[in-house]
């Protein structure tokens, strides 16, 4: 039998939950190893949140470039080497990667190269990969594993003609023409991606909105915003029938009793996730599941001592800033250092442009649970900042209590609204005022007066409109 | 003699502070005049702010599309109509100016044209411009004048070989070489945007940092940055014996014993402001001045019953957002809306690339005030989003106090920092601590993460360095 090393924590999984642990557990001085099977960062860092970021910076340069002549700047032929922006994604994944591999080296994390089994409590067997054979002990395990896409039921993911966004990451061909299955925030990423380059994109959508958990309005207003970019929007929309030929698919989109044959030379399959458990624990441990999440307590511990989960492993919302605070949250507890929190606010991002971003309730959300709300708004026209930047597209929309201000939920769509996010997500946590953030002096001309401006329009006080 | 109007507030100005506080008392339901001798908007609006934020985005657009390729994106040869470029920011001006005269109309704002001067206490004459002549009398009346650029003695402003920022909005013509007196937040835009076109530009300023009222280590790294871009930058040096020719200016660089003659096609002067008050008051009148700004008390009122001032004309720090805040608490305030709030924490931006923006107390003025500080750190090369937008230089720094985590301070250099720097103020109008900020869940993957970043590193707790 290979040898067996003594931890304090190992954690399987290193993604933004997992190599987030690890990394606590060092910095509070404790022995850990961090159990990986792909690349440090996990799906996040390698095939999700960065690289699609480097992409979307790529689009929207293409994009800003052939309008530059607004600003007074022209250029020749605008080209672009679709292979070089997707290798640029991949350069930028695999140097934050590295990052995360010097982080452990800092933080004296062992970095275990394989697919980890959970073979007794206290206990982890490296089952497959590079360090395959080992065995490792620890007081405390904390499984993070994560989600991977979920497939089409009967519709095989080929890497050409059908991917998720796994593969559409790894290819370097440009598609002619795609239709993307989901649009939640991957799907709407991916439309805005190959719109931007020129593919015949045909985004499909099952519920009646296009980023379906967004506020309507947010939702309607990105709708528009991508029709006129060129984007073909189905929503209430199912696809079936899925036919994969050699250079295309076709299928059927299906709205009421109507059918629409399309075909394209890609179908992107963006219909969520589902969570990486297979072999991850062995038969005799009995962690206990939620269909296939992990079921944790408040302290984010199993049924069974010393067995911990955090991040996507354990349910919704699959977002990696909230696997990140969940595990060191978790390791926090494990060792003692202040009771660990659950996740109360959390901001949600999507980065087409327009960006959009939101916390807490919508809209839709606020009327059912019949609150007695009032909205305040604020569009980027109004902004000096946002004309001068020639982004003067979307706008604010904070939800609260009518009575005493409180901020029930705040929705952006516009430029820079994943950053700006921020300030009513921080307002949220400290219970704060739309009055404490109206009254707060914001810098002039920038995007941020408006996160003001709509906290003071929803109390009759806005400046600028 | 010429009819005259009855108001409950007569704002002199049309600035940041005049307009605001018109469009306040507009909304509170009184009646109430606007007089601006030249654009509703004021200097920042028409000749400040905003147009130089519409020149710095096409100087922004014109250097990254010069490095378009590492995005996977060529053009052919990349040129800028520099007129174009003025005439858009002029564009920008006069439809914001437009907007402000719209909210005029729709908040019942009688708007005059004309130089006011309040004849007496109660009355305002307008003695100069469209509506010469006019005489209209109010309870109340604020004085919101402004300031203007300050002229370097001796050196006239020619509008052609020597400007200040308001002729060089106005120049159509890129000059060759440049030299900029004076590194604040104007001058330092203005060697960004020139030197982004090709103008060989000197920035010259007699403090011994570039944006001397910014934390050292924030100006030093502009520097740095500013000189790698191709600016030449003289600190602690003074500019002397300027002699003006028909195509250039001539003038010695001093520092310390030592003399440089440089030449260059224009001076720009960026030294500051100077109060406008000639005129404003009658000889009668006696309102208190501080030199030559106007003595306000806790409710913005002076020592004269009914004469109000905010904004710049009641002295530092010159700001907008200030002037703005100022002139509504005043309206609150004279209107029985509240008790006037004073300005406490507010942030400072320069809109530069990199940006940069800070709230409260430096470093420097931390130790000089012998706090029990430390400082978190945290620089945007371990942002993912800033790597991925390729947008990786500068950092955030976050001053705090050792045993409360209190902040004291917070300073910003890199991408999107002006708007990140809202998060911080409102931290501090709230008295939040670094830990309020670092448990709060921040979108992944933003800037405003490496807000968070700081502050769970003053706390040794930062996952990403």
Not at 59 to 87: H, Q
Not at 128 to 157: H, S, W, Y
């Amino acid at each position: 039998m290979a040898e067996s090393k003594d931890y304090d924590l190992i954690v399987i999984g290193g993604g933004p939950a997992g190599y987030a642990a690890a990394i606590r557990a060092g910095q509070l001085g404790k022995k850990v190893a961090c159990v990986e099977m792909e690349s440090a960062g996990g799906t996040c860092l390698n095939w999700g949140c960065i690289p699609t970021k480097a992409l979307l910076k790529s689009a929207e340069l293409y994009l800003k470039m052939k309008k530059a002549d607004e600003f007074g700047i022209s250029a020749g032929e605008i080209t672009f080497d679709f292979a070089k922006v997707m290798e640029r994604s991949r350069g930028v994944a695999g140097q934050m990667a590295k990052g995360i591999e010097f982080l452990f080296k800092k933080n004296k994390v062992d970095y275990i190269r394989g697919k980890g089994q959970v073979s007794a409590p206290g206990m982890v067997s490296i089952v497959e990969g590079k360090d395959m054979g080992q065995f490792l002990k620890a007081k405390n395990i904390l499984i993070a594993t994560g989600c991977k896409m979920r497939r089409i039921p009967g519709l095989e993911v080929d890497g050409e003609r059908v991917m998720t966004s796994r593969e559409a990451l790894a290819n370097k061909k440009l598609p002619k023409s795609i239709v993307i299955v989901g649009a939640g925030a991957i799907g709407v990423e991916f439309a805005y991606f190959y719109n931007a380059f020129g593919t015949d994109v045909t985004l499909v959508e099952m519920l009646p909105n296009v980023l379906p958990i967004e506020d309507n309005e947010i939702s309607k207003t990105l709708e528009r915003s991508f029709e006129k970019q060129g984007i073909k929007i189905r929503t209430g929309t199912k696809c079936e029938n899925f036919q994969v030929g050699k250079d295309t698919v076709k299928l059927d989109l299906v709205k009421g009793g109507e059918k629409e044959e399309i075909e394209a030379e890609v179908v992107l399959s963006a219909i969520g996730v589902v969570a990486n458990i297979e072999g991850v624990l062995a038969a005799n441990v009995k962690v206990a599941l939620d269909r296939d999440y992990v079921k944790v307590g408040d302290d984010y511990q199993t049924n069974v001592k010393g067995i911990y989960a955090a991040g996507d492993i354990i349910g919704p919302p699959w977002l990696a800033h909230i696997a990140t605070f969940e595990a060191v949250q978790a390791v926090n507890g494990m060792f003692g250092h202040g009771k660990p929190k659950r996740v109360g606010n959390f901001p949600g991002c999507t980065y087409c442009q327009p960006q959009v971003s939101s916390t807490g309730l919508t809209e839709q959300a606020a009327k059912e649970k019949k609150l007695d709300y009032k909205v305040g708004k604020f569009p980027f026209t109004a902004s000096g900042k946002a004309v001068a930047s020639g982004a003067a597209e979307g706008f604010v929309k904070v939800i609260t209590d009518k009575k005493t201000g409180e901020i029930y939920g705040a929705h952006i769509i516009g430029a820079e609204a994943t950053e700006l996010i921020a300030e009513y997500g921080f307002a949220m946590d400290l219970e704060a005022t739309v009055e404490d953030i109206h009254h707060t002096i914001h810098a002039h001309p920038t995007l941020s007066e408006a996160v003001m401006e709509a906290a003071a329009a929803s109390l009759g006080e806005a400046i600028h409109i």
